[in-house]
């Protein structure tokens, strides 16, 4: 068959090395011309960030930073950058930190580096996010896209192993769901293929040996490729689900995408068999779920929404918020009836494998 697609690749500088992410920041700093440095972190970051801020003068400093993005958080972070005339915003943390300064460059234009410390892949990407009255909006704007992204695998050695199992199967579920977006295309396949493919030897290794920095390389260079693919394919049916249960019910971002990975699979895979084929080939396994399912046994990963606050209550009004927001183009026809029985299956931590469609 001929090939025909139109793809998109989002033009971004990345810088990767371990332990250069201090000499990388410096000299992105100089390039770009920057004078007014906004530095945003959590507060718990704020530490590792001073030392990568260590030759840079950094003008303000912004450290609240929340899950999701609220919309009354970024209004205050904007008007802080407004107030300071900041003119670079430079990320530190994970994809809440980036989300943090996407939501203040979308209203203002000012431009990123972002320095990620998980493997959420946000700054690879041109999609923001903001949660207002319990409902997660995205969108696409490329004024969001960090100019810069710093990738220091040395940054990970402190991330705990059950967070850096959790943020690396929230960057596999990108790779999963670009074989099936809105504008799935065979560069993201590619690019999603590979992703598989490092993050299921990354972590491994980093669940053996947290201090392993092959292992740390590998999931880091996986969640890059993972979110660059993400970002031209759009948003499938695993993360407008994933959307909807942290924006609505407040869940932790990464956990409920590792959580409900499988049973997207499960749920679209036999309806999309050249997908299907592509991803079982970069776990080495006969199929892709039994390849998921061996990796997600190998690093303990999350099992069950209960785990992390979502109740049986809360499944109607879900399923009515994801009907909303489905793809048209994804796999298999979602009905209220089989969303439902995805996220009880979800709830309770049931066998993917066993569902019947």
């Known amino acids: 068959m001929a090939l025909s697609f139109d793809h998109i690749t989002l033009g971004q500088r990345v810088k990767f090395g371990a332990g250069q992410a201090a000499h990388n920041l410096a000299a992105e700093v100089e390039r770009l011309g920057?004078?007014?440095?906004?530095?945003?972190?959590?507060?718990?970051?704020?530490?590792?960030?001073?030392?990568?801020?260590?030759?840079?003068?950094?003008?303000?400093?912004?450290?609240?930073?929340?899950?999701?993005?609220?919309?009354?958080?970024?209004?205050?972070?904007?008007?802080?950058?407004?107030?300071?005339?900041?003119?670079?915003?430079?990320?530190?943390?994970?994809?809440?930190?980036?989300?943090?300064?996407?939501?203040?460059?979308?209203a203002s234009g000012i431009p990123i580096i972002a320095i990620p410390t998980t493997y959420s892949g946000s700054e690879a990407t041109n999609v923001w996010g903001l949660t207002e009255d319990k409902r997660k909006t995205t969108g696409i704007d490329d004024k969001v896209l960090p100019k810069t992204v710093i990738y220091d695998s040395e940054l990970m050695l402190s991330l705990p192993v059950a967070m850096s199992v959790a943020s690396g199967?929230?960057?596999?579920?990108?790779?999963?769901?670009?074989?099936?977006?809105?504008?799935?295309?065979?560069?993201?396949?590619?690019?999603?293929?590979?992703?598989?493919?490092?993050?299921?030897?990354?972590?491994?290794?980093?669940?053996?040996d947290p201090r392993d920095i092959t292992g740390r390389d590998e999931a880091l260079y996986g969640a890059y490729l993972s979110a660059v693919a993400f970002a031209s394919a759009g948003s499938g049916l695993h993360h407008k689900i994933c959307h909807v249960l942290g924006g609505t019910f407040d869940l932790p971002h990464a956990q409920t995408h590792a959580t409900v990975l499988p049973y997207v699979l499960a749920f679209n895979a036999p309806?999309?068999?050249?997908?299907?084929?592509?991803?079982?080939?970069?776990?080495?396994?006969?199929?892709?779920?039994?390849?998921?399912?061996?990796?997600?046994?190998?690093?303990?990963?999350?099992?069950?929404?209960?785990?992390?606050?979502?109740?049986?209550?809360?499944?109607p009004e879900a399923v009515e918020v994801i009907l909303e927001k489905v793809p048209a183009n994804n796999p298999r026809d979602v009905t209220a009836a089989n969303m439902t029985a995805l996220l009880t299956a979800a709830l309770h931590g049931d066998n993917p494998a066993a569902l019947d469609w």
């Open 271 to 315: 309806k999309a068999p050249d997908a299907e084929a592509r991803m079982a080939a970069a776990f080495g396994a006969e199929n892709a779920l039994e390849g998921l399912q061996n990796l997600r046994k190998q690093v303990d990963a999350p099992q069950k929404l209960s785990d992390y606050g979502f109740a049986s209550e809360g499944i």
């Open 169 to 208: 199967l929230n960057a596999l579920a990108h790779c999963v769901d670009s074989l099936w977006a809105p504008q799935a295309d065979p560069i993201n396949a590619a690019l999603a293929g590979e992703g598989i493919r490092a993050l299921n030897t990354g972590l491994p290794k980093i669940a053996e």
């Open 34 to 106: 920057a004078q007014r440095i906004m530095m945003i972190s959590s507060k718990s970051g704020v530490r590792n960030a001073e030392k990568i801020a260590a030759h840079i003068n950094v003008h303000t400093w912004h450290t609240d930073v929340v899950m999701h993005v609220p919309k009354e958080t970024a209004d205050k972070a904007r008007q802080v950058a407004a107030d300071n005339n900041i003119d670079l915003l430079v990320s530190v943390g994970g994809g809440s930190a980036t989300g943090l300064a996407k939501a203040i460059a979308l």
